[in-house]
Antibody, heavy 125, light 105 residues
Framework: QVQLVQSGAEVKKPGSSVKVSCKTS????????INWVRQAPGQGLEWMGG????????NYAQKFQGRVTITADKSTSTAYMDLSSLRFEDTAVYYC??????????????????WGQGTMVTVSS | DFQMTQSPSTLSASVGDRVIITCRAS??????LAWYQQKPGKAPKLLIY???TLENGVPSRFSGSGSGTEFTLTISSLQPDDFATYYC???????FGGGTKVEIK
C-alpha cells in the first residue's frame, strides 16, 4: 500500500530550524518526485519545493530559496524538509506529497496524487 | 509574478446544484492544471489532473475543462460529501490558486 507518513508536531523558537520527515512505503520512493506544500492556519496551499529522489535533484520556490533544504535518503525511503531561520509566519501544517505518474514511463502527471497526513509546526517564543 | 486566481472565493449552494469554479492564470499556461478537494483537518485530495483527467476513484460528477488562461471545475450535481474547499494547481511554474470554499446554502 502506497503511503506517506510524516513525523510529529513540532514547536520551535524564532530563528531556529525544523526538520520534517516523510517516510514512503509501497515501493514509490525511487520512482516519483516528492514535494513539500505548507498551509498556514486558515490559509491556502503553498508549494515550497521538491526532490527527484532517483537523482537527488531539487527545485525550490523562489520564496524559500536559501531557507529550505529538501533531501532524500534512499536507504530508508524517506524524504526530509529542513526549514531554517524560522519566523512566526512559518507556523503552518507542512505536507509532503508524491507526484503522480504520467502516461509515458518516467513522466509526471504534474499533480500530487498521494499526500502525507501533515505535520504541524508552531513557531512561538 | 505568475499567479493563479480562483473565483469565487466562497460559493453557497444546495445539494443537487450544478457548481462551477473558475481558475485564471496570469499568463497562458499549458494543460498542466490540477484540481484538489480539501476538508477541514485533512490533506488535499487530487480530483483532476492535466485539465480534464479524472483521478481514479473520483466520481464522474466532477469534470474539468479549459485552455489558455481560464480553467473550470464543474460539479454536475452537488452531493453532501462535496462541501469542502477546492484548489487549482498549475505545474509550470508550480502554483496553487487561493481556494474556493463550497458551503451549504
Amino acid at each position: 500500500q502506497v503511503q506517506l507518513v510524516q513525523s510529529g508536531a513540532e514547536v520551535k523558537k524564532p530563528g531556529s530550524s525544523v526538520k520534517v520527515s516523510c517516510k514512503t512505503s509501497g515501493g514509490i520512493f525511487n520512482s516519483y518526485a516528492i514535494n513539500w506544500v505548507r498551509q498556514a492556519p486558515g490559509q491556502g496551499l503553498e508549494w515550497m519545493g521538491g526532490i527527484i529522489t532517483t537523482v537527488g535533484r531539487t527545485n525550490y520556490a523562489q520564496k524559500f530559496q536559501g531557507r529550505v533544504t529538501i533531501t532524500a535518503d534512499k536507504s530508508t525511503s524517506t524524504a526530509y524538509m529542513d526549514l531554517s531561520s524560522l519566523r512566526f509566519e512559518d507556523t503552518a501544517v507542512y505536507y509532503c506529497a508524491k507526484e503522480g505518474a504520467g502516461p509515458i514511463v518516467g513522466s509526471t502527471s504534474g499533480a500530487f496524487d498521494i499526500w502525507g497526513q501533515g505535520t504541524m509546526v508552531t513557531v512561538s517564543s | 509574478d505568475f499567479q493563479m486566481t480562483q473565483s469565487p472565493s466562497t460559493l453557497s449552494a444546495s445539494v443537487g446544484d450544478r457548481v462551477i469554479i473558475t481558475c485564471r492564470a496570469s499568463q497562458s499556461i499549458s494543460r498542466w492544471l490540477a484540481w484538489y478537494q480539501q476538508k477541514p483537518g485533512k490533506a488535499p485530495k487530487l480530483l483532476i489532473y492535466k485539465t480534464s483527467t479524472l483521478e481514479n476513484g473520483v466520481p464522474s460528477r466532477f469534470s474539468g475543462s479549459g485552455s489558455g488562461t481560464e480553467f473550470t471545475l464543474t460539479i454536475s450535481s452537488l452531493q453532501p460529501d462535496d462541501f469542502a474547499t477546492y484548489y487549482c494547481q498549475n505545474y509550470h511554474p508550480l502554483t496553487f490558486g487561493g481556494g474556493t470554499k463550497v458551503e451549504i446554502k
